[in-house]
C-alpha cells in the first residue's frame, strides 16, 4: 500500500459521523412489521405543507426523445377506382372534343370566288368577284337572230370556231347542196361559237373569212353599221341544174349605185369569186357584162360558159342584189316584189 492510499483511508476515518438518534415511532415501526423512518424521511414528514415548487432552474443537456411518427391510415378508396375515373374523363374529354370539332366548331369559309371556265362553274381560291352560280351562266349567250332582209322559205345555220375557219367554205357548199325545193330562197346564216362567245357574222367579218372584196363606196351606202348581221343575208336558190348561192345588202333609201357598180365590174368575179363555191372559176363568155331585164328591173351579167353559172347584180327594192345564175337573179326578184 502506498502512502497517497494511506491517506485516503486515514481522512475517511476521521470524518464525523452523523447521530443516529432512535425514537419510539422507529419502535412501533419495528413491532408493526413497517418500514422504519429513516432520518430523511422524517425531515419530509415534518416539512411544513404547500410551500410552492421551485421550477428546475438547470436544464438537462440531453435533448428529449423525439416522439415515434404514427402511421398515417390508409385510404379506402381503391386504386382500381381511381383508375377507372381518370380512364372515363379520358374517354369523355376525347368524345366531347370529337363532338365539337365535327359538329359545333365554326370553321371559317376560306376565301374563294367563282368563274368560267370551259362553259363551267368553277371555285376558285383566292379574293375575287363572282361570275357564276352554275354552270348554266357560263354557257355562252344565244344572239339575237338576224333579221331577214329578203322573204325565205326557211333558214339553215352553220356554226363553226374561229380556229376552223378554212373549212367554212365547205360548209357552206354543203349546206347549198341540200335539197330545196325548186325557186325558192333559203336564209344561209353563219355564227361563230368560240366557247366563250356566240354571233352570227357581220358582213365585214363574212368579208374577212370568206375573202370577199366590195369596194369602199358600196359599204359606205349600207344601211346598217357593218357590225351588225343585220344588213346583208346570204342565201341558196333552187333551179333545175342545181343550187346557187346569192347575197343582198340592204343600202341606203335614195343611192344611186349604178355607175359605181359598172366600175366595180372589172374586177367583181374575182372580189366575189368564193360565192360561187368552185375550186376555179371558168373562162368567162364575154369579155364585158351585158344588160338584161326582169320585171322592169334592170340587171348586168357576165356567163360561165352557160346562164347556169353567171355573176349577176340588179337594184331591186333599195337592195344590191347579187347572184351566181341567172335563174337566182329572177327568184330573187320575184320574191322582193312578191309575186
Not at 428529449?64 to 375515373?85: G, N
Not at 368567162?284 to 351585158?290: R, V
Request: glycine share 4%; hydrophobic share 40%; aromatic share 6%.
Amino acid at each position: 500500500m502506498d502512502i497517497e492510499e494511506s491517506n485516503k483511508i486515514i481522512k475517511k476515518e476521521l470524518e464525523p459521523v452523523e447521530p443516529v438518534i432512535r425514537t419510539m415511532a422507529d419502535d412501533l415501526a419495528v413491532l408493526s412489521d413497517k418500514e422504519p423512518i429513516t432520518p430523511i424521511k422524517q425531515k419530509k414528514a415534518l416539512a411544513p405543507k404547500n410551500l410552492p415548487v421551485l421550477s428546475q432552474s438547470i436544464k438537462s443537456d440531453k435533448k428529449p426523445l423525439a416522439k415515434p411518427v404514427k402511421d398515417r391510415p390508409k385510404t379506402s378508396f381503391p386504386k382500381l377506382t381511381l383508375i377507372s375515373l381518370i380512364f372515363i374523363l379520358i374517354i369523355g374529354a376525347v368524345g366531347g372534343f370529337f363532338y365539337w370539332w365535327n359538329y359545333l366548331r365554326v370553321v371559317p369559309a376560306p376565301a374563294s370566288h367563282s368563274r368560267c371556265e370551259n362553259n363551267q362553274c368553277v371555285v376558285i381560291e383566292g379574293q375575287g368577284q363572282d361570275q357564276c352560280l352554275t354552270d348554266q351562266d357560263c354557257q355562252p349567250v344565244e344572239p339575237t337572230l338576224p333579221v331577214s332582209i329578203i322573204p325565205v322559205s326557211k333558214t339553215e345555220t352553220i356554226t363553226f370556231n374561229l380556229q376552223e375557219k378554212d373549212k367554212l367554205p365547205g360548209q357552206l357548199k354543203t349546206i347549198v347542196n341540200q335539197e330545196q325545193a325548186t325557186s325558192t330562197l333559203n336564209r344561209v346564216l353563219i355564227k361563230m361559237d368560240n366557247g366563250q362567245q356566240r354571233e352570227y357574222l357581220s358582213l365585214a367579218n363574212l368579208s374577212a373569212i370568206l375573202k370577199l372584196n366590195f369596194p369602199e363606196k358600196v359599204l359606205s351606202m349600207i344601211a346598217v353599221d357593218e357590225v351588225q348581221a343585220d344588213n346583208y343575208t346570204l342565201f341558196s336558190s333552187s333551179q333545175a341544174q342545181g343550187n346557187h348561192l346569192g347575197l343582198v345588202l340592204e343600202l341606203q333609201q335614195g343611192v344611186d349605185l349604178i355607175e359605181d357598180l359598172k366600175i366595180w365590174e372589172d374586177t367583181i368575179k374575182y372580189d366575189l369569186e368564193p360565192l360561187f363555191l368552185e375550186e376555179q372559176i371558168p373562162a368567162s363568155l364575154t369579155e364585158e357584162f351585158q344588160d338584161n331585164a326582169y320585171r322592169n328591173i334592170a340587171i348586168r351579167y357576165m356567163n360561165f360558159p352557160g346562164p347556169d353559172l353567171s355573176i349577176d347584180y340588179a337594184l331591186a327594192a333599195n337592195k344590191l342584189v347579187i347572184t351566181t345564175s341567172r335563174e337566182s337573179m329572177y327568184a330573187a326578184i320575184d320574191v322582193l316584189l312578191g309575186d
